[in-house]
């Protein structure tokens, strides 16, 4: 019985697969596009292939890679630093409660934007009531100089009613 099953599934896989046309088509509506410029000691390429008309053509992309002008991070220090800054801290249970609630109120906060964009036209209300407040942010506050030296004052103020020192 098992034996007569193997036979009928495999004899089915022949029946449904379709053979493939010998006759290579070719994909005209891909133009050639020439290798990118080089913006500097800062970037190398990687060969891409294409179709086009003609046939396969190489095209060059570009990537970024680090250069050695920049710094590199300790992280036996980094991780001494974090212990000695938790060590240093006088109520660890407050810290942790409030990072707790920090991550539920991240995770709330993403279900309401999935129940909001689930629902039709609500999102582009929400993306024009965002633009319209940016808008009026950038006016009130970053336009002109003596407004955006209010908002440096207001940024200071806050930071110090956060640290205490006020």
Do not use: Q
């Not at 991550?103 to 993306?127: D, R």
């Amino acid at each position: 019985m098992a034996i007569s099953v193997a036979a009928a599934a495999s004899s089915s896989v022949a029946v449904i697969a379709p053979r493939v046309p010998a006759v290579s088509t070719r994909c005209s509506a891909v133009p050639y596009l020439p290798p990118p410029r080089s913006f500097g000691r800062s970037s190398f390429t990687v060969p891409l292939k294409l179709a086009s008309g003609n046939g396969l053509h190489k095209v060059e992309l570009m990537k970024t890679r680090a250069s050695s002008d920049e710094t590199s991070i300790d992280t036996n220090e980094l991780i001494t630093d974090l212990k000695e800054k938790w060590d240093g801290l006088e109520n660890k249970s407050t810290v942790l409660v409030y990072g707790g609630g920090a991550i539920v109120a991240v995770w709330l906060s993403s279900i309401v934007v999935g129940a909001i964009n689930s629902v039709p036209l609500l999102p582009k209300v929400m993306e024009l009531v965002g633009l319209g407040y940016t808008g009026w942010f950038v006016y009130r506050y970053l336009l002109f100089k003596s407004s955006r030296k209010e908002l440096a004052e207001d940024i200071d103020s806050l930071k110090k009613k956060i640290a205490g020192s006020e």
